[in-house]
């Protein structure tokens, strides 16, 4: 799995592709934490390379929508592929998540995300 | 039949995932559901990596596949402690944190799952999908491969 991190104006774009799992979430979590704690408005995971994700991956998720919470830093995901999004929807995180169906609609949505409620 | 010993290496679960796609296709199964079974044994080698073995990397661990009319198989051993099977339960999914949806997913993706009280070295697991549509099966191979 690759890992990239892109500061745009105000928004930090985290670009994740490859297999997220128990090996490669590490990598995941670390960069998104890390844009997280540096106080930036709002940090978005770019999920449309993400060919495969487990549950260490989907944990890697949660916990950056809970530290999101507490820094008030407004979170999101676009781009999940169809197998991504339906292991979210069984764990019934799909409601949980900010989730755009793109990047360009992500850009201009994430501002008016509230940093604890999402959409 | 097929069956695999790998290292607990996290990185190694790729090969899992990939030999359990290839087996749950040439069953005829859809490849949606394919990528289900994957991720149902990949939790499994995860929890032996992750909480049998402790994280360490060096132990061994095996998958075996087997492809019946019916139904596919896969029995994961390990060679750890005992495992406690009335601790593994599906957590609650009304509770936001992370962590602990593996066993979750895995009862989600299979149709059985079982512990041999027989299987004295270690642990060994069973996982049972059964098939809704009649495939070729993998049952005509016989291959193993160890890594590590």
Known sequence: MKVRVRNLDKVSVI????????YSSPRLREAMLAEIKADGPSVLVNMSGVSYIDSSGIAT??????????TK?????????????????????HKVFTIFESEAEALEKIGSVHPFEGL | MVR???????????ILRGVVRFCARKAGVSH???????????EAAANI????????????????????????????EDW????????????????LRPGGLGTFFI?????????????????????VKFLTRKGAGCNNESSSAKSG
């Open chain 1, 73 to 93: 830093t407004r979170f999101g995901l676009f781009g999940l592929r169809p197998n991504a999004r339906s292991v979210l929807e069984l764990a019934r995180l």
């Open chain 2, 107 to 127: 009862y989600s993706f299979m149709d059985k799952c079982s512990y041999d009280p027989n299987f004295e070295e270690g642990n060994r697991l069973k996982l």
């Open chain 1, 61 to 70: 998720l949660v916990e950056g929508l809970q530290l999101s919470r507490q």
């Open chain 1, 15 to 22: 670009d994740s592709t490859g297999d997220v799992d128990l």
């Open chain 2, 4 to 14: 695999i010993a790998v290292n607990s290496e996290p990185r190694l679960l790729n």
């Open chain 2, 49 to 76: 990596i992750r909480h049998t073995y402790g994280g360490h990397h060096d132990a061994l661990m095996a998958l075996e596949i087997r492809s019946l009319p019916d139904r596919l198989e896969f029995i994961l």
């Open chain 2, 80 to 95: 750890g402690p005992k495992v406690c099977e009335d601790l593994i339960r599906p957590r609650s999914l009304d509770e």
């Open chain 2, 32 to 42: 949606s559901e394919a990528d289900y079974l994957a991720l149902a044994i990949d």
